[in-house]
């Protein structure tokens, strides 16, 4: 066994940014949609369970784990959607990737901005085998922590050259026109959630408060529309209509997360739904008419974190100077002899303190 095990790679906060300029934000993109894309080809081989939530009144705290047989890795997330009025993020997260083979971890990296990354690569694949061919204008409902990453990834991925803004807050509509403004883009604030579905090929709603909304309804939602409700992920959390479920083909993650978490919380508990990964296999044709609208209740899947978790392994890999290393595994000469360990450290700093007092 190596003797540096116990030193773990890290990505911190601070690294991973310089990592995303470093490779392109954009390109982060299009390299996380095709690893998340591959791994829901091999759906099958995965360990999978609903996240394990711990619910309050004000949030969530949340563990998702997998495992392909040969890695494993988890995500600790929360969700707190009061946090932004108290000046701090809505969702904060971390991870961590082991080897199955010695329980070893090899990589632990902040996942607040990995996620952001990864949940808008999601969209991305959603919409490139959900949404009508070659899609334009993207609806973005909700212009908070995640708007510009989902509006970069269907631009990166699927083409789209214009963004329709709504929030209930204008400021965050005029954010996102800051921070997006050298993009390529073509930016419109509009004024109402219908104003800004007008015309559009694709719309993601990603709004935060924890409560049933209304974000789209019926008589919004025109044929051949691609929805992508991505901010409903926890029971009591919804953006859209009931009658909006009932007339679209709904496409979704994990059903066992996702009828608790998802929009589809609101039908019944057998609703038929379709599982995202047998479109990308094949064994599902996902749109059927250019007429169909097509919804994808995203909620975040940990096999979508694991994708997250492996490209990054990759990238640092590549790139060791957005890494540094943790001692966080105790590695004895002995491995029966932890205590022993202890003692020689105990030993060690008496002859320091010895040393010094000398001075």
């Known amino acids: 066994m ?89 969702v904060t997260a971390f991870g961590l990737l082991a080897s199955v083979d010695t329980g070893y971890p090899v990589l632990l990296t902040e996942m607040t901005i990995l996620t952001a990354l990864r949940t808008a690569a999601t969209s991305a694949m959603a919409t490139k085998y959900l949404a009508r061919e070659n ?46 403004k050298d993009s390529g883009l073509e930016l419109t604030i509009c004024s109402t959630a219908e104003e800004a579905i007008e015309g559009a090929d694709v719309v993601t709603t990603c709004t935060a408060d924890k409560n049933y909304a209304t974000i789209l309804t019926d008589n919004m939602i025109g044929s051949g529309l691609h929805i992508n409700a991505i901010g409903g992920d926890c029971p ?7 009658d909006v479920l009932l007339r679209s083909e709904i496409f979704v993650e994990y059903p066992p997360q996702t009828r608790i978490e998802g929009e589809i919380q609101q039908l019944e508990e057998d609703y038929p739904v379709r599982e995202l990964w047998q479109v990308i296999t094949g064994d599902d044709k996902g749109r059927s008419s250019a007429g169909e609208v097509t919804l994808f209740d995203g909620v975040g899947f940990a096999i979508e974190d694991f994708s997250a978790l492996r ?38 700093m008496a002859v320091g303190e010895a040393a010094g007092g000398a001075l």
């Open 311 to 348: 490209w990054l392994r990759a990238k640092t890999g590549e790139r060791p100077a957005f890494c540094q290393t943790l001692d966080m595994i105790a590695d004895p000469d002995d491995p029966r002899d932890l205590f022993g360990m202890v003692q020689r450290e105990a030993d060690r």
């Open 236 to 242: 009591g959390k919804t953006e859209l209509h009931r």
């Open 2 to 90: 190596k003797s540096n095990l116990n030193q773990v790679p890290f990505v911190s906060v601070e690294n991973m940014m310089r990592l995303a300029l470093d490779v392109g934000v954009e390109q982060c993109m299009v390299e996380l949609t095709a690893h998340i894309e591959e791994d829901f080809r091999r759906w099958p081989l995965f360990d999978k369970t609903p996240r394990v939530a711990s619910h309050s009144t004000d949030g969530v705290i949340e563990l998702m784990p997998t495992s392909d047989g040969i890695d494993y890795g988890f995500k600790y997330v929360n969700g707190h959607p009061k946090n932004m009025k108290e000046g701090l993020q809505t």
């Open 135 to 180: 899609p334009r204008t993207l609806c973005l409902v909700g212009n908070g922590a995640q708007a510009e990453f989902q509006a970069l990834a269907l631009k990166a991925v699927n083409g789209i050259s214009r963004v329709n803004l709504y929030d209930i807050d204008r400021e965050a509509s005029e954010k996102c026109v800051r921070n997006l």
